[in-house]
């Protein structure tokens, strides 16, 4: 059995899969969109491997009319999955809620905010009937709503299970502030409040520390999103650009990818990091990862090597400027 840890009440692999490559046409794999059981046979490879955590979100779609196209890939994988209903109920999966998509395509930076109340009861209303699931296992709020106060969207958010969609509850792209804040109103994972944080970190993106550390400090699940760079940075990794994981990789005899998995977990105790992947070769390898043991040595030399200057993520908004 490969190495697992702790998301709340689940227990899953120490590493997930990040399915949103799978719905976007891309120049570093086959345009999967188009092809959508080459895409499933990706995920069905994760899970063959002992992958227990599947991760989506309703905005990861081709277009802004498609909404949902990576939560159905991701639904139709697990049940058709060649496995026993025991297995198939060890797998999580968590999905995202709480960006809308423009006309125009854009999300994210551009893109709208919608975290009333109502559009985040539909919005998981479609997540589950798009899953092929009655409960989703876990809901993460994906962004914040500078148009509504932090603490009513976090009501907003912590009312989902009474909704009876939501099983747990996570957060993502916060601040220590707000995190903080949902823990001392809605509990620690333990008092049923949020159970994970999805923020971004890797070699070329290490901000949010304090994050970090509060999850650390009350057993939240962090799941670091683009965990080998993203975009074109994850190249920079196995070229020796960014950091000299490449170097240590080599003497190893294991690749970047894989190592900067263990870099993560190494440092990390409630880190599980959810690489992307488009082709069943790539979290095959992230997935190798799980095998190497770095010293706290390594660990620091690494770091040393990181940037410095990568700048902050302007997405994270500070708590007391949103809208009260």
Known sequence: MIKQRALGPYLVSAIGMGCMPLSFPHDRSPDLINQPDVAISVIHAALDAGITLLDTADIYAPSWNSMGHNEILVGKALATWNATSEQKSKVIITTKGGITREEDGSMFGKGG???????LYRTVEASAYKLGLDVIPLWQHHRTDPD???EEQFDNVMSLKDHGYVAELGLS?????????????????????II?????????????????????EY???????????????????ATGEIGTFKIMADSKGVSPYALTIAWHLHQFPTAIPIPGAS?????????KGLEIELTDAE?????????TDTPLNGELVDIAKLKK
């Open 113 to 119: 905010r919608n975290s009333n109340k109502h559009y």
């Open 219 to 237: 057993g939240i699940a962090y799941l670091p999103w683009s965990p080998l760079g993203g975009g074109g940075n994850f190249k920079k990794i």
């Open 196 to 216: 994970s944080v999805q923020n971004e970190f890797s070699p070329n993106y290490r901000h949010w520390a304090d994050v970090i550390d509060i999850c650390n």
């Open 173 to 193: 792209n916060v601040t220590a502030a707000m995190l903080r804040h949902a823990i001392k109103a809605g509990g620690t994972p333990n008092q049923g409040g």
């Open 299 to 307: 660990v620091a030399e690494l770091n040393a090597s990181c940037p």
């Open 279 to 287: 082709k069943a070769s790539s979290i095959l390898d992230s997935l």
């Open 148 to 150: 509504i106060s932090f």
